[in-house]
């Protein structure tokens, strides 16, 4: 019985015009794009620099700053006022002013460091940074801190150049290597949450769930015939994407391939599941579609996709206890970066079994043949 049902299903999907060129496309969207867009890294920063001094050490400060990769040198400018107009204007994140006498002060102070056997207070240097976006500002005010810092400092510059720093797991600090976990997080999510949810919501309106609600097919049935192809889907999309991942970037898990598709499938059955049970509740494909997006923007957000979870308020960072997101997130990284082991994700998927199978249970229980 419920093989016949999961044929129908995908006979449904295959007569779909558009279906399976979504299932197809929107995996290698996702990963062939959006790795290059989805960057929090802070990097062409346009800075206007102030040179007010005109001399060898100033100089000095304004070639280093166009030297750095983070920066874009949108020339020098005349005066202060005239440089934070292009930041009024959106033409500069940052200005940087080089008072007067500035190479005079700074020879002064090295002499008088040198003469007390000590540090001495060299010349300061103004910093203004458009702050509308606050990450932009505070990182791009913070490069240039360093660059000026090291410039003016020998102490410092030898400092920085004892100074030996260790990248774990990330060497190179490749940031699509941090996001394409993140990423099939967002495809497991949209293409096994959404389409359930469509699914009775349309046979509804269709009117053709009517002849399945007058037949001897048990709810659990039903409702697991709805979900076991998802979960085939689910293994086709994570194929795709693990294997683009490998083409495209040359990135593999560093950890056991098995693990990163049990994860996935312990997301897909609490996603399809949510979506049975929202569909369940739902009289129209609008309604459900706007239900769905509704609470999926908050699970999403509120995972640690984006940022980290430490970094939320504490009756924020309480919601990720409940969130299957977080736990996916969490224990794919550890999988796909560190290389992590069953033993290191055992918690994760024990949270994600746990909320999976409820959800399951729940979209049994709520749906009603009297529909």
């Not at 769905?292 to 999403?300: D, E, K, L, R």
């Not at 939320?312 to 794919?332: E, G």
């Not at 290389?339 to 949270?351: C, K, N």
Request: hydrophobic share 50%.
């Amino acid at each position: 019985m419920i093989a016949s049902l999961i044929k129908k299903e995908f006979l449904q999907i295959r007569r779909n015009a558009f279906l399976p060129k979504l299932i197809i496309m929107f995996p290698i969207m996702i990963m062939c794009v959006m790795p290059w867009v989805m960057n929090m890294e802070v990097k062409n920063i346009v800075v206007d620099v102030v040179d007010n001094d005109r001399s060898s050490e100033s100089q000095r400060i304004v070639h280093a700053i166009e030297a750095s990769n983070y920066f874009i040198f949108n020339g020098q400018k005349q005066s202060y006022s005239a440089a934070l107009r292009d930041i009024e204007q959106g033409d500069a994140d940052v200005v940087i002013v080089i008072p007067h006498h500035f190479e005079r002060d700074f020879t002064k102070s090295l002499a008088e460091g040198a003469r007390l056997g000590g540090s001495s207070q060299y010349p300061h240097v103004l910093i203004a940074a458009n702050a509308v976006n606050g990450t932009k500002g505070a990182m791009g005010s913070a490069y240039l801190s360093q660059i000026v810092t090291a410039s003016v400092s020998p102490s410092v510059g030898v400092m920085q150049s004892k100074v030996s720093t260790l990248m774990l797991y990330n060497k190179h600090q490749n940031y699509k290597l941090y996001m394409i976990p993140a990423l099939l997080a967002i495809v497991m999510m949209l293409m096994t949450g959404f389409l359930p949810t469509l699914n009775i919501v349309g046979e509804k309106e269709a009117g053709t769930i009517e002849q399945i609600n007058v037949t001897p097919v048990p709810k659990w049935v039903f409702i697991l015939s709805k979900l076991i192809p998802y979960w085939l889907i689910a293994l086709f999309v994570i194929s795709v994407c693990l294997l683009l991942a490998w083409l495209v970037y040359g990135l593999t898990p560093a950890g056991p391939l098995w693990l990163v598709y049990l994860l996935a499938m312990l997301l897909a059955m609490f996603f399809s599941s949510f979506g049975l049970i929202i569909s369940n509740y739902s009289d129209t494909m609008q309604q459900a579609i706007f239900v769905m997006w509704f609470f999926i923007v908050c699970i999403m957000l509120l995972s640690g996709l984006f940022t980290p979870t430490r970094s939320m308020p504490d009756w924020a960072y309480s919601t990720t206890y409940v969130n299957p997101m977080h736990y996916f997130i969490d224990a794919i990284r550890t999988v796909f970066i560190r290389g992590g082991g069953f033993a290191e994700v055992a918690h994760q998927v024990l949270a994600l079994l746990a909320i999976g199978t409820f959800m399951a249970t729940w979209a049994i229980l709520s749906y009603k043949k009297n529909n």
